[in-house]
């Protein structure tokens, strides 16, 4: 099975190995990519709403009427969106200055360890937000505001992002208890740890590379 076509994604096998999971995550990757993406443009559209209201005050001496409420509700989900595709290329920051000190085995057992603090945060409220989102859809439950939103939809959307991130986590502890139990910490730090300097700069300076070799792993541009 190939390696994840993402860098930083993790699942990188060493030649000749088989590695575990590495097509779901890759599925996983494939999904949360498209969600940035229509997040991304989520972003660009409210950009040009706020855009436009600001032209038709300023021309016009009137409003359009909501497109500060839309742009909220717009980065809210997709902010939510994004979290899974982060989660997958380790870009969560970390306080790693003692981590970095420990012996690979410890920090493995650290990153599993933050992983379930992280994932069991957002599944709590994860649990308080669906049960909010089913009270305001039985209601019928609108903005109170002159747009009079329907605040369930974007509500809805946004637990849609937060359940892909429980999922997403949810496998990824699956597949680290796996490369744990098996002694293989490489496994781990691919799946779940701090990235490394040369990974920072690799994922920092890729977009430099016009004939897309992106960086090489040493931290140097692809020849």
Excluded: C
Aim: neutral net charge; charged residues 15%.
């Amino acid at each position: 099975m190939s390696s994840v076509a993402s860098p930083g994604s993790g699942l990188d096998p060493v030649p000749g190995d088989r590695v575990p999971g590495a097509g779901i995550v890759r599925l996983l990757i494939w999904i949360s990519r498209s969600a940035i993406w229509i997040g991304g443009a989520g972003i660009l559209f409210s950009a040009g709403l706020v855009t436009v209201e600001i032209t038709v005050r300023k021309f016009f001496s009137m409003s359009l009427g909501g497109a500060d409420e839309v742009s909220g509700y717009i980065f809210a989900v997709s902010t939510m969106w994004a979290l899974p595709f982060a989660l997958l290329n380790r870009a969560n920051v970390r306080v790693d200055v003692v981590y970095l000190r420990l012996p690979v085995w410890l920090r493995s057992f650290l990153d599993v360890f933050g992983l379930v603090l992280l994932v069991g945060f957002v599944a709590v409220v994860f649990w308080h937000s669906v049960n909010l989102f089913l009270e305001n859809r039985a209601n019928d439950t609108r903005s109170i505001t002159p747009l009079q939103a329907k605040v369930w939809i974007w509500q809805g959307l946004w637990i849609l992002g937060m359940a892909l991130f429980l999922l997403t986590g949810a496998i990824l502890f699956v597949l680290a208890i796996a490369a744990l139990v098996v002694w293989r910490h490489d496994r781990v730090t691919g799946l779940i740890g701090s990235r490394s300097s040369a990974e920072e700069i690799a994922s920092e300076t890729a977009f430099l590379d016009e004939s897309g070799n992106g960086a090489r792993s040493d931290g140097r541009r692809g020849e």
